[in-house]
Each structure stands twice: as structure tokens, then as C-alpha cells.
């Protein structure tokens, strides 16, 4: 019995001799007044392999659902905090170089877990665009406001002191498995649902 998989193996494949402008089931040259002998066609074609192939190469998963995030908790438990305050990404990058883990852990995994408990919220700026900031619950809890400048200006930077980086990290590992149980969508369910 043919596998998921091997099914979008054999659909790139397809993909890719059409867009090289090929009988995907003979392997013959497409006639140049062939529907499928399109240049458009092809690109088109050609984008739908290299999709197939991220999925296939994602293990059947589609998209971003099938990422999977992983933390050494034991790894991280000693991680040396930032004297200063410092920004998410940052914070991020040094637990996730900690815990050896090749997979950066998203911002936004954490200021949206934040803001569900209230130490973060939305705010709209003067350009019309939405920024998190810091509640006085936030403020307590370690994450400040600083003014800054920039390229393109004033901004206000979101900071996290040495005690909001423990919060984080002490939370880490259950809002890893928060997202891989919320992120995790095999192929097959992806199908059965586009079925009914």
C-alpha cells in the first residue's frame, strides 16, 4: 500500500516534469501547442514541486503546524541571566544557544503567553500599528519601556530584566509543549478534514 508520503513524492515529481515542460507519465517532450507547455503554467508548476517538497521534507506535515520546538529544561535550569534588561529575541537566542537547540523558540510564543496572563498588552501606537507593552502588572514583574532611537527614530523598546527572564524561564518548558501540542498536525489530519 502506497504511503501519504510517497504520494506527494510521486505528485513532485509530477510537478517537476511538467514544469520542465515533460509528459510527467511518459516522460516525452510536451508538444509546444499543449495547454501545459505554458510558461505561466510552468512557474506555476514548478512553485507547487518546491511546496511539495518542503512537505516532504517536513515529514508530511504542512506548513509551520508540523514545527516542533524542543527545550532541555536540565540544560537551561543553570542558564546565566543578563545582568541588563534585554530584549525578547536576545533572551531567546542565548536560552536556545544554552540548550543547544537548533530551533530558536518564537517571540511571539512568549509575549502572547504574556499578554493572556496580563503582564503584556496591546496598545496602538501614533502610526496606527499595535505594539505590546508592559501592564503595571508587567512593570512589577520585570518588564520595562525604555525610549530609544533608531534609524527610523524614537521607539519605545519592551525590556526584560534579570527577574522577567527567570518568569520566562521557569515557564519555558511548559509553553514548549503548549505550542507543540497546538502546532502538531500530521498530514492525515490535514486530509480528513478537507474531506468533510
Known amino acids: 500500500m502506497i504511503t501519504e508520503l510517497q504520494k506527494l513524492q510521486r505528485a513532485k515529481t509530477f510537478m517537476d516534469k511538467l514544469a520542465e515542460g515533460l509528459d510527467p507519465v511518459t516522460g516525452e517532450e510536451l508538444p509546444n501547442d499543449s495547454v501545459l ?11 507547487v514541486a518546491d511546496v511539495l517538497r518542503r512537505v516532504i521534507e517536513n515529514g508530511g506535515s504542512v506548513g509551520r503546524k508540523g514545527r516542533q520546538l524542543s527545550i532541555d529544561t536540565e540544560k537551561i535550569k ?19 544557544q544554552a540548550a543547544g537547540s537548533a530551533a530558536q523558540i518564537p517571540a511571539t510564543l512568549v509575549t502572547g503567553w504574556l499578554e493572556e496572563i496580563g503582564l503584556l498588552e496591546k496598545r496602538q501606537k501614533a502610526d496606527g500599528k499595535t505594539a505590546r507593552v508592559p501592564t503595571s502588572k508587567g ?20 525590556l526584560y530584566s534579570p527577574k522577567a527572564q527567570k518568569f520566562i524561564l521557569d515557564n519555558l518548558g511548559s509553553l514548549v509543549n503548549k505550542w507543540n501540542e497546538e502546532h502538531a498536525e500530521p498530514l492525515a489530519d490535514t486530509k480528513s478534514r478537507a474531506e468533510s
Not at 78 to 95: E, M, N, Q, R, T
Not at 140 to 149: M, P
Open 37 to 47: 507547455n505554458n510558461v505561466k503554467l510552468s512557474r506555476c508548476f514548478s512553485y
Open 139 to 158: 512593570l512589577d514583574a520585570g518588564i520595562l519601556l525604555e525610549e530609544r532611537t533608531g534609524l527610523n527614530g524614537a521607539y519605545q523598546a519592551v
Open 78 to 96: 543553570d542558564y546565566a541571566f543578563s545582568d541588563v534588561p534585554i530584549g525578547i529575541i536576545v533572551f531567546l537566542k542565548g536560552v536556545s
